[in-house]
């Protein structure tokens, strides 16, 4: 057999200077996250240091508009460095996905001066933000939410709950989906709301399967108070915003599965060529052969999936039904290939040696986040066969 390995990955991208984005990307990856990633992660580290340098760099903020400090890069780029983080470390390519997520609310919706305000240092002042959209009792019915806003004069009052926010705790500002009417839909508003505003709390950590370095807690809001100033977009028009960033963060937890997908293949080829048995490698065996060429071949789809999804956003396209189809397909592929990776490493897949185990169990959360993939079923199938009767 010839003696082939894990390759960098051959990306198509538009400019010269989104080709240096990424080299720029892969030289930061290699001296800043790998080295520490399998350490950092097991000990349930949060590397704050590196977001602090992302922000300074300005990769906090690549889909924003430059006037505030962002990088003015179409989504098919910045998934792609999305990737490259989530393939080195997941929390750190999830990380970025919740902070784009956790700015889209003010960069598309907000005034003018709102923006001048608060954008350039959430894209480049070395902030972080969380997203807060679901609660306890609502997570997939994400109208069904009871966080309620009080308007008294210019100030409003925020009471409730916010559950699984990744970097609750640990964030700079919240983006904050509050009732503030009756209407299931149209009484919603969005807030932007500063960690250290009085009556804003975080619990404890969850305990979670994977992920440990990435912090999700429970966000409690007992009498926060916020100026109308710091409402987003217009009073009800909160839910057609959340809708509207959930389009994009599912690409972004696509992409980001692919990056664990092709994270465990690389792993999966460098064992398979080394891995000695009957007196020759491993990947000289047939059936060991058709398992890599699958997983290969899914990556390769679901990429494919996400930067179709992605270029549709870039020309003001409808893609929310491409959204849900690239984060359906590629996180479901992340699951099968992590485990399949495990399965090509034996018994030294399951161990913690070898970073294909953490790979299964983190794959496994982005099934889940941004909205399960059951539902992304029905965001399909409407698009397809219309809304449910009844």
């Known amino acids: 057999m010839t003696d082939h390995g894990p390759q960098p990955v051959e990306r198509e991208l538009p400019t010269e200077e989104a080709r240096d984005l990424i080299s720029l990307v892969r030289e930061l990856i290699e001296r800043e996250i790998k080295p520490r990633a399998a350490e950092e992660e097991a000990a349930g580290r949060f590397p704050r240091e590196l977001f602090t340098l992302l922000s300074e760099s300005g990769l906090l903020g690549l889909v924003h508009p430059e006037e505030f400090g962002g990088g003015d890069q179409p989504y098919e780029v910045y998934l792609q460095v999305l990737e490259e983080f989530a393939a080195a470390r997941l929390t750190v390519g999830l990380g970025v996905s919740v902070h784009t997520l956790a700015c889209h609310a003010l960069a598309g919706y907000g005034s003018k001066e709102q923006q001048a305000e608060h954008l350039p240092a959430m894209l480049g002042g070395g902030l972080l933000g969380a997203y807060c959209l679901s609660e306890p009792s609502s997570g997939s ?13 210019d100030t409003w009052t925020l009471e409730g709950t916010k559950a699984w926010i990744t970097h609750g705790g640990i964030a700079d ?11 299931r839909t149209r009484g919603i508003s969005a807030f932007l709301v500063p960690a250290d505003a009085p009556g804003l709390s975080a619990a404890a950590p969850e305990h979670k399967m994977g992920l440990a370095g990435s912090p999700t807690a429970q966000i409690h809001l007992d009498g926060v108070r916020v100026p109308d100033a710091r409402r987003i977009g217009e009073e009800g028009q909160g839910f057609a915003i959340a809708l509207s960033a959930l389009d994009a963060g599912r690409l972004g937890i696509a992409a980001c599965a692919v990056g664990v997908a092709q994270a465990a293949l690389d792993e999966a080829l460098a064992y398979t060529a080394q891995r000695r048995q009957f007196g020759r490698p491993i990947a000289d065996f047939q059936g060991l052969r058709f398992m890599l060429a699958d997983m290969a071949t899914q990556i390769e789809a679901g990429r494919a999936l996400y930067l179709t999804a992605a270029r549709l956003r870039d020309a003001g396209r409808q893609f929310s039904k491409q959204a849900a189809m690239a984060k359906l397909f590629c996180t479901d592929a992340a699951m099968r290939i992590t485990t399949d990776a495990v399965q090509l490493l034996g018994g030294y897949g399951y161990t913690v040696d070898f970073p294909v185990e953490r790979y299964m169990r983190e794959a496994k959360v982005l099934q889940i986040v941004e909205g399960t993939n059951q539902i992304q079923r029905v965001v399909i199938a409407r698009a397809l066969a219309g809304p449910e009767a009844g």
Do not use: H, K, N, S
Request: cysteine-free.
């Open 173 to 183: 500002f919240y983006t904050v989906l509050a009732r503030t009417g009756p209407e």
């Open 141 to 153: 019915d994400a109208a069904g939410l009871t966080t309620r806003a009080t308007r008294d004069g």
